[in-house]
């Protein structure tokens, strides 16, 4: 089938890629002309493991090719951001323009998809009213589905292909259609529901995974005013054949975990209590780790501070929500304070110097905010021979308390109340 697929960021080009490398004819639209030149070249501008080689596979197959407009097609996918507002409220103009961009374009026996992330709703009251300008039948000649993508930055091509899928379509014909579909390239089961439920169900997967986040880091702060290591406490526990804890740390980042539950609470205010402080209580990480900064380096004269990882997890080059740039955007009012920053995975950012060595010179602090894979095997003997006051603190639980106390560092762990 002839493909187009609007939005071509962390989701949607891997969806193009992996429709155009299962057969079908894909037209990638963008309006950044710089990512759509590259992919017209093979070439990708983000950071995902293995998406290079097969958006060159993609389009050297001839089933992708990148453009700054729509065209017609049998399906076409809206893949494009949903961020959030100052006031805490889906920004839904990019699928509203979306959506407005492939009206011309739409054709009996069409099918459209919305896989932006987006409060329930959106489809029958935001996507339909605009599809309906097209002045076909909504449901028996163009056929509606919303398919979020649920994929894991850093997994996202295995978890599309394995995952479960969700397809919430208007109509029974709307779901078949899209589930035949997806069917192309998804091994894992497909679940069919109404297009509402499928919003809810997307938002409440990272509604549970942020309220579990928030319910450990609340953990982690009481645990430290009573003297007790929260790692530790997590560890144990989870040996329990029903409990579960997520793993505290500076805070909850991403465009996913720390947007998605204000989109359910954005129209639930009277009754979205428990997500809506979960929300607050991750928010809030940063000014704690910043806090505790302050104090580290209390006794020290223009203390110089090194960051260790500023995107929003580990291994990914994603800035988005990152907990670790509130710390930076703290530290930087505080004049006294020199910042340095080291993320192999950052190209450009202030305060970055990407040679470890150079950066920890006469450093007094250094700060793991993301614990990225190359931080693992860092020469702690070197850093010794740099720095000034060798203090360490962790947000992460990434290195041995013992191991880097037996070399001389003073070491605290986030959350462990006997350091
Ligand atoms: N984090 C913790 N503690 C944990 C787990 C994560 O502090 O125990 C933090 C991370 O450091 C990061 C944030 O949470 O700052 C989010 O990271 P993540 O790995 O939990 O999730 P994302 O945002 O990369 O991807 C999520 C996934 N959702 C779920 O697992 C329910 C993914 O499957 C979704 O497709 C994605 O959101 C999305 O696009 O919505």
Same mark, same amino acid.
């Given at each position: ?79 494009? #951001? ?148 929260? %790692? ?17 740390? #500076? ?10 539950? %204000? ?59 990152? #907990? ?74 990434? %290195? ?20």
């Amino acid at each position: 089938q002839k493909i187009c697929i609007i939005g071509l960021g962390y989701i949607g080009l891997p969806t193009a890629a992996m429709f155009a490398t299962h057969g079908h004819s894909i037209v990638g639209v963008d309006v950044n002309e710089v990512v759509v030149n590259a992919i017209n070249q093979g070439k990708i501008v983000i950071e995902e493991p293995y998406l290079d080689i097969m958006v060159q596979a993609a389009v050297t197959s001839g089933n992708l090719r990148a453009q700054t407009y729509p065209e017609e097609a049998d399906v076409f996918i809206i893949a494009v #951001p949903t961020p959030i507002t100052e006031d805490k409220k889906a920004d839904m103009s990019y699928v509203e323009q979306a959506a407005n961009s492939i009206v011309p374009y739409l054709k009996p026996g069409n099918t459209v998809i919305l896989e932006s992330t987006s409060p329930p709703g959106t489809v029958y009251d935001l996507l339909i009213p605009i599809l309906e300008k097209s002045s076909l039948k909504i449901g028996d000649e163009l056929f509606v589905a919303h398919s979020p993508e649920r994929v894991l930055p850093g997994r996202i091509l295995v978890e599309l292909v394995e995952n479960n899928r969700i397809i919430g379509g208007i109509n029974e014909k709307s779901c078949e259609i899209v589930k035949s579909l997806y069917s192309t390239f998804v091994r894992g089961e497909i679940f069919l529901t109404d297009a509402r439920t499928a919003e809810m169900c997307k938002l409440m997967e990272n509604t549970y995974r942020d309220v579990n986040i928030a319910l450990v880091n609340e953990l982690s702060i009481i645990c430290e005013r009573l003297g007790i290591n929260v %790692w530790e406490v997590v560890r144990i526990c989870n040996k329990h054949p029903r409990v579960n804890l997520h793993l505290p740390g #500076p805070g909850v980042g991403g465009h996913c975990l720390a947007v998605d539950p %204000w989109f359910i609470v954005e129209n639930n205010r009277q009754d979205a209590n428990l997500i809506k402080m979960a929300r607050e209580i991750n928010d809030n990480m940063p000014i704690r780790v910043y806090n505790k900064i302050k104090k580290l380096t209390q006794n020290i004269s223009n203390p110089k501070v090194i960051i260790l990882g500023i995107t929003y997890k580990a291994d990914v080059d994603d800035l988005r929500e990152s #907990p670790i740039l509130k710390i930076i955007d703290l530290l930087e009012k505080d004049k006294n304070i020199e910042i340095s920053i080291v993320d192999p995975h950052i190209k450009n950012f202030k305060y970055l110097n990407n040679n470890l060595f150079e950066a920890v010179k006469c450093a007094d602090l250094i700060v793991l905010g993301v614990n990225h894979q190359e931080f693992k095997e860092i020469d702690f003997n070197m850093l010794l021979k740099h720095m000034r006051n060798y203090i360490i603190l962790d947000t992460r639980n990434m %290195w041995s308390q013992k191991e880097l106390e037996a070399l001389g560092f003073n070491y605290y762990l986030l959350g462990n109340g006997t350091n």
